[in-house]
């Protein structure tokens, strides 16, 4: 099993900054993938953002390019995700997730372990 402890969630006026982290631990495979989804309000589960073990392929939704950015500390089993620039509509739990292999996936069925959700809401 490989358990995912999400950090950093909060609140934050629009225009402002988040940095989410996630920790993984147990038993993750020598090169796994690292992932960001989001479920807000009366709306399903959708794809942020994902990288690969080395972070030489990393894939964005189109709604969120050019204003979060991913990336991973393999000596400590983490992956931060930099929110700036943040919208109302950027308001979510946002989910940390791994696919237990290397290669990059965007939909959730592709994913093998999930973090319990953190709590981002910005207001306008």
């Known amino acids: 099993q490989v358990q995912l402890v999400e950090s950093g969630g909060g609140l934050v006026q629009a225009g402002g900054s988040l940095r989410l982290s996630c920790a993984a631990s147990?038993?993750?495979?020598?090169?796994?993938?690292m992932g960001w989804f989001r479920q807000a309000p009366g709306k399903e589960r959708e794809f942020v953002v994902a990288?690969?073990?080395?972070?030489?392929?990393?894939y964005y939704a189109d709604s969120v390019k050019g204003r979060l950015t991913i990336s991973r500390d393999n000596a400590k089993n983490t992956v931060h995700l930099q929110m700036n620039s943040l919208k109302p509509e950027d308001t979510a739990v946002y989910y940390c997730a791994v696919r237990n292999d290397n290669v990059v996936h965007t939909r959730q069925r592709d994913y093998d372990y999930w973090g319990q959700g953190t709590q981002v809401t910005v207001s306008s």
């Open positions: 147990g038993r993750t495979s020598s090169r796994y993938v």
């Open positions: 990288i690969s073990w080395s972070g030489g392929r990393i």
